[in-house]
């Protein structure tokens, strides 16, 4: 049986949960005949797209989907692009707080997703769930995150197909939050994913 690799992160920035792990972390074990490998991979710069990758290297997924928060987003977001460039707004968990800086000093300025995102966020939509193709990923981890794994990808060879996806906000963060903020219960961002996931299953 295939596997499909999907990625979630620890909280960070002062939050107790993050719902892209949770997300993650509530799949079912067999999407579209693929087995699912979940793994919790911390907010670090250094550490976050080594973990992605060492776990690829255990698994061989055919497909690999991480899974991010977005705060401030209303919709579900499967990422068209992922660029070579830091610049946090806060440091990660390890304290880190690269600013204008190159990810990867010999890599090209971006690499785009090789995973179907606008077939995908059409299934998400067709499901119910609000979803739309997003073409930024920002600058914090989730970007460094989603390049560094198409990167590595690519300079393997691998036949792996990887992408990215970010998630609002629970509305559990959101009611503690000062200002109005767009929220998603997480059992409809796991009805996204899934849907997702089948998606990128039947495509090619």
């Keep these: ?70 705060g401030g987003r209303a919709k579900v977001t499967p990422e068209f692009v992922g660029i070579n460039y830091a610049d ?25 997703s090789t995973l179907p995102v606008r077939a995908m966020a059409q299934a998400m939509i067709d499901a119910g769930v609000p979803a739309a193709v997003s073409y930024s990923a920002g600058t914090y981890v ?13 300079a393997s060879q691998s036949t792996a197909r990887a992408g990215f996806v970010h998630v609002p906000n629970s509305p559990e963060q959101a009611c ?7 929220s998603m219960p997480v059992a409809l961002m796991l009805q996204g994913i899934v849907s997702g996931l089948e998606c990128a299953c039947s495509w090619g």
Excluded at 36 to 65: D, M
């Design 1 to 70: 049986m295939e596997k499909i690799l999907v990625t979630g992160f620890e909280p960070f920035g002062g939050e107790k949960t993050n719902p892209s792990w949770e997300v993650v972390n509530a799949l079912p074990r067999v999407i579209a005949g693929h087995a699912v490998v979940r793994e919790c991979i911390p907010v670090s710069f250094r550490r976050g797209p080594a973990a992605v990758l060492e776990a690829i290297q255990r698994e061989n997924p055919s497909i690999v989907l991480c899974v991010g928060q977005a």
């Design 88 to 112: 946090a707004r806060i440091p990660d968990n390890d304290g880190e707080q690269p600013q204008a800086t190159r990810l990867l000093a010999d890599a090209p300025d971006a690499r785009f």
């Design 142 to 154: 989730c970007n460094a995150v989603l390049f560094s794994v198409l990167d590595a990808l690519a």
């Design 176 to 182: 503690h939050l000062a200002k109005a903020t767009p």
